[in-house]
């Protein structure tokens, strides 16, 4: 029996990384996943090579409307939602003084109000059935000033996923609604592979004086194997936890 046996999983920013190999782990562990991206035809063809039950969905997590979309085709196919992975998310790396108003709130809405507007939209349907839980992505950059080259509202949008995440976990916990972070380190994802770093040993050695940990740097099942733990009964007395997955970095 897989560990999300009779589960029904949404998971957000599908199309590529973390969330990518979180539908991957999550259909094997004998999930229903809905997943959503906002690049829907590459969310499209890389589900397709998945086996399993998923169901692929458009979902730009910005728009409440989107949100709400999936959360009632979730329900009308599924009937329930256990489990919500708020996985998508950007780092921009702007410093506080080179950054603007306008990128500022870019990133703040892509990053934080989206993670707000994924509770708001899958609660009630948790509270509905009596039990959930929510794992949110969070960052080492929320917990460490020099992480991610000082990038301010990234930093600073992570942090606030911190905080609502924690009050979260205490005003859910009568509706047995459990709220949890995951904090990605170094990872080789799709965001890495956009400034050029092609493989773990390459972003390795680049991180090889900051993460003690060989090869110094993650890949995407580490964080989705974390994403797992926390979304199966295994961790059922977890709430407003920090799991930290960097190797070691924040430990040095
Ligand atoms: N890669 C790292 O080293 C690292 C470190 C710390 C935290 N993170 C966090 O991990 C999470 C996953 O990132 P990743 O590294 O797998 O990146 P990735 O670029 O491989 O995947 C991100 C996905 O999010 C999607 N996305 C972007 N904007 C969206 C929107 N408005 N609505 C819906 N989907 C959208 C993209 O299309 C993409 O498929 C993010 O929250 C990121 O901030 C990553």
């Known amino acids: 029996m897989g560990r999300l046996e009779n589960k029904v999983a949404v998971i957000t920013g599908a199309a590529s990384g973390m969330g990518l190999?979180?539908?991957?782990?999550?259909?094997?562990?004998?999930?229903?996943?809905?997943?959503?991206?906002?690049?829907?035809?590459?969310?499209?063809?890389e589900v397709a090579k998945i086996?399993?039950?998923?169901?692929?969905?458009?979902?730009?997590?910005?728009?409440?409307?989107?949100w709400k979309n999936v959360a009632d085709r979730t329900i009308e196919q599924y009937g329930k939602i256990d489990i919500l992975v708020n996985n998508a998310g950007v780092s921009t790396h702007n410093t506080l003084l080179e950054e603007t108003l306008e990128g500022?709130?870019?990133?703040?809405?892509l990053n934080l109000t989206s993670?707000?507007?994924?509770?708001?939209s899958v609660i009630p349907h948790m509270q509905n059935s009596g039990k959930g839980s929510i794992v949110n992505c969070v960052s080492l950059a929320a917990i460490i000033g020099s992480a991610d080259n000082g990038a301010?509202?990234?930093?600073?949008?992570?942090?606030?996923v911190r905080a609502l995440s924690k009050h979260a976990s205490v005003n859910f916990a009568k509706d047995n609604i459990r709220v949890n972070c995951v904090y990605p380190g170094a990872i080789l994802t799709g965001a890495a592979k956009r400034h050029g770093v092609t493989s773990q040993e390459v972003l390795?050695?680049?991180?090889?004086?900051t993460i003690p940990l060989p090869p110094h740097a993650g890949e995407a099942n580490d964080i989705a194997q974390a994403y797992l733990y926390l979304a199966s009964d295994e961790s059922k007395f977890v709430t407003g936890e920090e799991l930290v997955v960097d190797g070691g970095w924040s430990a040095v």
């Open 104 to 109: 500022w709130n870019k990133v703040l809405t």
């Open 21 to 45: 190999a979180a539908v991957e782990l999550f259909v094997k562990e004998g999930a229903k996943v809905v997943a959503t991206d906002i690049a829907f035809t590459q969310l499209e063809a």
């Open 51 to 66: 086996d399993g039950e998923i169901l692929a969905l458009e979902l730009d997590v910005t728009s409440e409307e989107q």
């Open 115 to 120: 993670v707000w507007l994924g509770m708001k």
């Open 152 to 160: 301010a509202a990234y930093s600073a949008a992570k942090g606030g």
């Open 204 to 209: 390795g050695q680049a991180f090889k004086n």
